[in-house]
């Protein structure tokens, strides 16, 4: 069984995520195993202070190497697999779909979500971990990124999804670079809005060209980027 294990100094923050919808009943079905630590449980002082102020002086605070790094190993050691460490970080590699079946392909991630300023260095040096960013914006801190990933990664687990072929025609799935064409449902007609015609005639040959047409229209208006180097 897959597993994440998500260290953060507000578990909370994922209550709903994981109680909703297809994370809820992956997790029911025993298809994935999610384990939350609350990382203010390694705190080392009697406040339970798990951060302090930066060295050279300046704003905010940073998390405490004596804290983060035996966290860190307490939770690795919990499983036979100690796992592959991820830190979101908006200095780290930017998260994709690629990426995201790369993680998928482990057994076991561990994701460290920052707060304040950031880390001190030394969990970097001393844990090597990969450090991931969703996108050149900052965030309050890592855990709606490591929410982002779980979700990213957990679409792509085997068995996951309800329907087995419900992500293997996504956009951006492997091979796969293009938007997703549009989609329609009753009723037919809304406003004055009517679906088109050749979507209602069941010609399914006619159907697929019209929806590969509407993709590579809709990629280049919106994406072309994402056609570098295809032929069109
Ligand atoms: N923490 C703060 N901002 C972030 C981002 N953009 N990606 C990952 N982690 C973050």
């Known amino acids: 069984m897959f597993r994440f294990d998500v260290l953060t100094l507000f578990p909370a923050i ?10 809820k009943s992956a997790i029911a079905l025993e298809k994935l195993h999610v384990q939350l630590h609350d990382m203010r449980g390694w705190a080392n002082d ?10 050279g ?3 905010g605070m940073v998390l405490k190497v004596d ?11 919990m499983d036979a697999n100690s796992g592959k460490l991820i830190m979101l970080s908006p200095q780290g590699r930017k998260f994709d779909q690629k990426l995201a079946e790369q993680f998928a392909s ?30 050149d914006y900052v965030l309050n801190g890592g855990e709606v990124a490591a929410m982002v990933l779980m979700e990213s990664v957990m679409r792509l687990l085997p068995e996951v999804l309800g329907d087995g072929d419900s992500n293997r025609f996504d956009s951006f799935s492997s091979g796969n ?11 037919r007609e809304f406003r004055g809005l009517i679906v088109p015609e050749i979507l209602l005639n069941g010609n399914h ?3 697929t060209r019209w929806r590969m047409e509407n993709i590579l229209q809709r990629t280049k208006s919106r994406r072309p980027d994402l056609l570098d180097g295809v032929d069109q």
């Open 14 to 23: 994922f209550d709903g995520f994981l109680s909703e919808s297809i994370l």
């Open 46 to 55: 009697k406040h339970s202070r798990m951060d302090d102020r930066p060295f």
């Open 57 to 59: 002086g300046g704003p």
């Open 67 to 77: 804290c983060v790094v035996p966290c860190v190993d307490a939770v690795r050691a």
């Open 106 to 135: 482990e057994e076991r991630l561990i994701l460290l979500c920052g707060r304040y300023e950031g880390f001190d260095e030394r969990v970097v040096e001393l844990l090597e971990p990969e450090e991931v960013s969703i996108g």
């Open 177 to 187: 670079r293009l938007l997703d064409c549009v989609q329609y449902t009753r009723p």
């Open 205 to 207: 040959a006619e159907i």
